[in-house]
């Protein structure tokens, strides 16, 4: 699996967020217009901007300005929405439901997918209100949201 650093651009022309993209050999050698396609979902659901200015955002392949090829110009984590940070949001999740559950023993994986599945689902619902809500969109937008995940 190839990772390349993809910029997320607003209407302004200015760096919103780098991410650190990385596409399975799945589907044969990825081109640049699937690492940004990739982002700007990662963008959607990393809620880099307001819901209305979600259709003004583009994506480019990052340029590095000398040295090593780091993300530059903005505070959000590097790992918003990618693998890692999915990770460890899900870590988190789990580990606080195991402690609301008193710190039971031999419960990790039920935890683990609760709190993974917790997340999906408000992901989704992100996603289905920065479309306006529409009826029937939800079913749409879960998928969107598991395929996400599973990439």
Same mark, same amino acid.
């Given at each position: 699996?190839?990772?390349? *650093?993809?910029?997320?651009?607003? +209407? ?5 967020? #780098? ?6 050999? !799945? $589907? ?18 990393? *809620? ?8 003004? *955002?583009?994506? $480019?392949?990052? $340029? ?12 959000? !984590? +590097?790992? +918003? &929405? #990618? ?21 039971? %023993? ?11 599945? =917790? ?7 992100? *996603?289905?209100? =920065?479309?306006? !809500? ?14 996400? %995940?599973? &990439?």
């Amino acid at each position: 699996m190839a990772e390349r *650093l993809v910029d997320v651009v607003d +209407s302004n022309g200015r760096v919103v967020h #780098t991410y650190p993209v990385t596409l399975g050999n !799945s $589907r044969g050698e990825a081109s640049d217009a699937d690492y940004q396609a990739k982002a700007l979902e990662a963008a959607g659901h990393g *809620l880099l901007v307001p819901d209305d200015e979600l259709a003004g *955002l583009t994506a $480019r392949m990052h $340029r590095s300005r000398g040295g090593q090829l780091q993300p530059y110009g903005d505070e959000t !984590s +590097s790992d +918003s &929405e #990618t693998r890692l940070g999915l990770e460890q949001a899900v870590r988190e999740r789990a580990h606080a439901l195991w402690e609301q559950e008193g710190r039971p %023993e031999g419960r990790a994986e039920d935890h683990w997918h609760r709190a993974h599945d =917790q997340h999906i689902r408000e992901r989704a619902y992100v *996603l289905w209100q =920065q479309e306006g !809500s529409p009826e029937g969109g939800a079913e749409t937008d879960w998928d969107r949201t598991r395929d996400f %995940e599973a &990439e």
